[in-house]
């Protein structure tokens, strides 16, 4: 069957920078299904050549891998058309509806509506399919694919959820959150399920806590408009965060497909521990980076948090007292996303007369997801000569050197997925509203008027001091390194 994926906001960076990159690589790899029509929908008033034109550029700075040739953009151009229309127009929708038709000849075709769009315009874009009856799965499948911001709280996502429902069936819904996309994100599950060696330390026997950390180098830069209405909670906390907490507690699910996945990961969601307003102070800190008021877009009384590190409880039989340390920030040291598993100490320090404290660290499995993928576990090794010296040593896995070739970028498998109908790697409904029933008390509790004003961190630190003081007081330190494999 011919597939087809209409992108509305075609004009957007998103649609430049990652779509088409994304469905030219996969098209360059073979990936793609064959008869795939890709169509652009947004109101700036272009041809299938403009868009074209101005779509070669971009594909070739942003596909990555190996020089995207004149050859390979002459293979996929013809693939893409544009339609120009105003969502808010029920005729530019009607001309839209036409114009697939065309496209598909007719035929019975699998389409996938891409919502690369402004949040506000969802909801609109949604009702004008459903008053169209282009949710119909009458002449092929059809699915909605949304972007995050997925609402701004758990009301926003409570109600956009309803609203999709009324035009579409939750099983037509995907909600993209990148993160799942990486390799590494998804070899956890690999780690943890196809493997049996990590399962019987995976619990709260072995493990001490945990830290998840997505530092980012980069500033706020031309985003300060949406991102000083957002902060981090929302922006990386939500929806990133959550999901690498979710993959790393969930229990292995009975099946690997989207409703056995998804209920465990949700399942993780029900079990941390909710905290009202007077406990979600302590549970967290925030920062924010010196120079922010002055970036574009930004107010300049602004309380925003660009650095949040917060503390969550997942009440089951595995995690019962194990922390997970969740932290993010614009404006830090390196780029480094990776999950840190810090196991106990042995419960006899036999060795202590001959090692300081820090000598004797206790053992870590680090999760690295990007810039470099792979996994690192950190163990102690006698150092040669006198006594029982230890050092902290490591077994190393690299992707880059184990694999050859360039890793995937998280939208093209994603986009693979949307057109083949697995949800697997998509957020369901209830997952996006639990997801703001943990974040929101935080969100309200950094806005509240009695917090006093927020802490500022020099850009190129781990954040502000208070977050290093506020692990030290928990007996934990954080896990800082520049990232770990390179
Ligand atoms: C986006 C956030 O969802 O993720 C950005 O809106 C952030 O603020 C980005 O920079 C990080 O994604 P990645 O893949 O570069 O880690």
Aim: charged residues 20%; aromatic residues 10%; negative net charge.
């Amino acid at each position: 069957m011919p597939h087809t994926i209409v992108i509305f906001g075609a004009s957007g960076d998103l649609t430049s920078r990652k779509l088409i990159p994304a469905l030219a690589n996969l098209m360059r790899n073979g990936l793609l299904p064959e008869e795939t029509t890709i169509v652009g929908f947004s109101r700036t008033l272009m041809t299938d050549e403009a868009w074209r034109d101005s779509l070669q550029a971009t594909t070739e700075a942003h596909a990555g891998g190996q020089p995207f040739t004149a050859t390979d953009w002459e293979a996929f151009a013809p693939s893409i058309h544009y339609q120009p229309g105003d969502i808010g127009k029920a005729e530019d929708l009607a001309r839209l509806q036409d114009r697939l038709q065309a496209l598909e000849g007719g035929r019975a075709a699998t389409r996938v509506y891409y919502l690369a769009t402004a949040p506000q315009f969802y909801a609109p874009v949604v009702s004008a399919l459903g008053n169209l009856g282009m949710a119909s799965e009458d002449a092929g499948p059809r699915r909605l694919v949304i972007e995050k911001p997925f609402g701004t709280n758990l009301e926003t996502a409570r109600a956009l959820n309803s609203h999709i429902h009324t035009v579409f069936n939750e099983s037509q819904v995907y909600r993209i959150d990148h993160y799942l996309g990486k390799e590494s994100v998804q070899n956890i599950l690999a780690l943890r399920f196809a493997n049996t060696i990590f399962e019987p330390v995976w619990n709260r026997r072995y493990i001490d806590h945990i830290q998840i950390t997505v530092a980012e180098e980069v500033a706020v830069g031309r985003r300060g408009s949406y991102y000083d209405s957002a902060g981090v909670l929302r922006d990386m906390f939500q929806n990133h965060l959550l999901q690498l907490l979710m993959v790393t507690a969930m229990e292995a699910p009975v099946r690997f497909n989207a409703d056995a996945v998804r209920n465990e990961k949700v399942k993780v969601l029900d079990a941390i521990r909710p905290l009202d307003l007077g406990h979600v102070a302590d549970a967290g800190i925030r920062g924010q980076y010196a120079g922010y008021t002055a970036e574009p877009g930004v107010a300049a009384e602004s309380q925003t948090a660009t650095f949040g590190a917060i503390r969550l409880e997942v009440d089951n039989w595995r995690w019962q007292g194990v922390p997970f340390y969740l932290r993010s920030g614009k404006a830090m040291s390196c780029r480094t996303t990776q999950i840190v598993i810090g196991f106990r100490q042995p419960p006899l320090e036999l060795f202590a007369a001959d090692n300081s404290r820090s000598q004797r660290e206790a053992n870590r499995l680090v999760i690295q997801i990007q810039p470099a993928e792979g996994i690192q576990l950190h163990f102690h090794t006698k150092v040669p000569g006198d006594g029982m010296r230890l050092r902290l040593t490591d077994l190393e896995f690299s992707y880059s050197r184990e694999f050859a070739g360039r890793l995937p970028e998280a939208y093209e498998p994603l986009l693979l997925d949307c057109m083949t109908g697995d949800a697997s790697l998509f957020a369901r409904a209830d997952e996006v509203e639990k997801s703001w029933g943990i974040i929101d008390p935080f969100v309200r509790a950094w806005q509240s008027v009695d917090m006093s004003p927020i802490p500022t961190y020099e850009p190129g630190n781990w954040g502000p001091p208070s977050s290093t003081d506020w692990m030290l007081a928990q007996g934990r330190s954080w896990f800082d390194l520049c990232p770990v494999l390179s």
